[in-house]
């Protein structure tokens, strides 16, 4: 089993920078992929970000390339994202998920076994 809790969320203005947390507990964190998932207003919850157990590869949606970065502590068991030049979009509930695989594109594929509670983003424009 694994537990997650997301932390970092808040209110930013539009071009603003923000960083998530998701601080994990439970099984060895170093042995499953993370990711990070949206869910704006009205839509279907939207995967975001995606990484390996061990950190060395990473994938995002095309919206949010070279925006926004993710990366994991394994020592400290915490996985980050960090959001720059965030625009009105991307405000939403973002949860932090794990896989009980190991590849990034587990993250990718919605093969997801944990979720996190969510933590509300809003930019304003």
């Known amino acids: 089993q694994v537990q997650l809790a997301e932390s970092g969320g808040g209110l930013v203005q539009a071009g603003g920078s923000l960083s998530l947390s998701c601080a994990a507990s439970?099984?060895?964190?170093?042995?499953?992929?993370m990711g990070w998932f949206r869910q704006r207003p009205g839509k279907e919850r939207e995967f975001v970000a995606a990484i390996s157990s061990n950190g060395r590869n990473t994938a995002y949606i095309d919206s949010v390339k070279d925006r926004f970065i993710i990366y994991r502590d394994n020592a400290r068991s915490t996985l980050m994202l960090e959001m720059n030049n965030l625009k009105p979009d991307d405000a939403a509930v973002y949860y932090c998920?794990?896989?009980?695989?190991?590849?990034?594109?587990?993250?990718?594929?919605?093969?997801?076994?944990?979720w996190g509670q969510g933590t509300q983003v809003t930019v304003s424009s």
């Open positions: 998920a794990a896989s009980d695989r190991t590849s990034s594109q587990a993250i990718v594929d919605n093969q997801i076994a944990y």
């Open positions: 439970g099984r060895t964190f170093g042995t499953y992929a």
